[in-house]
């Protein structure tokens, strides 16, 4: 049960932080549980230490648990004599602890169902919901968090980078691809992961020296970025990696640090992108790229040599947006900077290599972070005045090593971005309060790279199979982009002493899902171009309707209206008519509008004689023009035209 207890643990911790117990408090419940289950008859601090351990899976600094203590007899628990603690007539209430971690266990057994069953479906047998949950603990252990905790220096923990140390069993593969979608899918198994992950975080506080200075801000602390972090800044490592970076660097600045970049990084990113660039636009260069998260994300986007030339262009502009400071490194002070000439040894790896252009930048950068400094130590990350942020562990705990060894004192001058984005989120956890997520997602990706054996021997084998006519090119292209490449290469534990038909199945997997993706594209696209049919038919029929009825509607109005306006003429040509017969009759001479009827009678006569005037057509063709316009100004067409009556039958 040491899993599900000890992840419970760690999720109980974020409860308690959320209901508002500070960096210390929230150990305090399983202190006054250890207290209460070992009876308080003369126990000391190592004894609740151990209690706390073997019950909790949770391991205390001796300080932390003699800090407790002390708060448990303040609050009339517990008596101390002698250096022991003995219990009072005051009895603690411990159910609230109890039900809680029953709750939590619940939810992390739901969490390590669906881990079963989705292991199950990639062929990985997982025996038990406690075997999931412990490779979920591995996972978060090895790739997210340090977990050495005791009497250890803050500044001696670094979390396990995956692209150092790819760990490549299939049960891992599956942790990963699992955490990564359930953190995609949302609802509970998102939150359940989400507590799990930021209580590991909180227990990360046991690091620190001074657990007070937990919720401090940093004291202007300079943070000098290194190339592949900026990268993933500017997106070019991938969207859940672009997120996660973006999100750190806005919470660094919300804790008081100062974001720095030195124009030699500036200059190690465009050659980073220069290869890419020289490399990119043929198939041999594709093929001669290690697939980083960053050769995925070109090559998957389909970047061009002018794409790669034109994001190394906009690089400056781009991280200004971001809020960094481009600067030059410091002038070089020797009485500062330490032995440089062992350093880059050390970080060249290989005899030779130290003069490397990699090597140089970083030696420039860890001697810049010392000048900054000016030879003032620290113990605390707050004071360390600067650091030089970096996402490689190997060159973490190198360039730590090496100033150790020159007898450096305090924060050493380099720090894993996990740490330090660590110790961030403890002091303002509700800045950000996503990026723990979004962090996870992005060490998952890197988490279902191969190793570099691995790939180097699945490039020769595709090699050999392009020479031998069984791939084209551009088969061969499509599958270094695919995704599932990766992922597969992984779960077969692909090595560079792995069998050809082991690496041909890989390639028969991914040619078969490229395939099927290719299929369900091209069926995905003709269901859609049949929906704009349909939709096309379906609006036209409808427009149709539309303009029957309002063609109707104001054929009625015109009709109405020139029939009325025939009624009134008609009206009054009978009325003159009648008034002038009976002018006529009485002797008397005609009236004006006798005079008035008879000459519009000789005029539509003439008319009727010379362009063949008709009243009945005149009305036809006003009928029609009111007609025009009224579906106009109703329907809002602008095609409608007039025409004549001498143009109408």
Partial sequence: ???????????????????????????????????VALGGDGVSVED???????????????????????????????RREGGRYFKTD???????????????????????????????????????????LALIMKFLEQYHVSLALGEADAAEAEPTDPADEPDGSRATVVTAEFLAAAVAGGGELADVVQETLEGYVLQNA???KDISTAARRFKNLHVVCDSLVLLGALGLRGEATETATKELLALLRATGCVLDVFEPTISEMRRILTVYEERIGTHEGRLSLYPTDLTRYLVTNHYSPSDVRGASSLIEQNLKGLGLNIRETPAHRAEYTLDEQELAAMLAGREGSESDSRVVHDVDCVAGVLTYRRGVTSSSLDEARAVFLTSSGVTAKTVRDWYRAQGGRGVPPIIHYLFLSNIAWL???????????????????????????????????LRRLQKS????????????????????????????????????????????????????????????ARRSDESAQRSNAEALQVRLHVGSRARGVAKTCCWALSIVVGGAFVAGTIVTILDIASGSSPGVLGVLVAAVLA?????????????????TWLEDWLTDRLSLWLGGRDDVGSGRPDQTS
């Fill in 206 to 208: 046991l690091l620190l």
């Fill in 469 to 528: 006519g069984v791939l084209s090119s551009d088969e061969v292209t499509a599958i270094i982009a695919a995704d599932l490449t990766d992922r597969t290469l992984a779960e077969e534990e692909v090595g560079d002493e792995t069998d050809a038909a082991t690496l041909s199945e890989v390639v028969e997997r991914v040619k078969a899902s490229y395939r099927k993706q290719a299929d369900a594209d091209v069926e995905r696209a003709e269901k859609a």
């Fill in 90 to 132: 005051k009895q603690p209430n411990v159910a609230d602890l109890t039900a809680a971690r029953e709750r939590v266990e619940e939810r992390q057994e739901l969490l390590a169902e669906v881990l079963c069953r989705a292991a199950a479906e990639r062929g990985v047998a997982i025996r038990s919901t406690e075997d999931a």
């Fill in 427 to 461: 002091k303002r956890p509700a800045s950000a309060t996503r990026l723990k997520l979004h962090e996870l997602v992005a060490l998952c990706s890197a988490a279902l790279r191969p190793s570099r054996a691995g790939w180097d021997r699945f490039l020769a084998h």
């Fill in 603 to 619: 005029v539509g006569g003439l008319m009727s004689l010379l362009w063949g005037f008709h009243i009945n057509r005149y009305r």
């Fill in 48 to 78: 609740v230490r151990a209690a706390v351990l073997e019950r909790h899976q949770l391991t205390l600094p001796q300080n932390l648990v003699r800090t407790l203590l002390g708060r448990v007899q303040k609050q009339g628990y517990a």
């Fill in 1 to 35: 049960m040491s899993a599900t207890r000890g992840l419970a643990t760690v999720a109980l911790l974020k409860v308690n932080f959320d209901a508002g117990r500070d960096h210390l408090g929230m150990f305090e419940p399983f202190v006054l549980d250890a207290w």
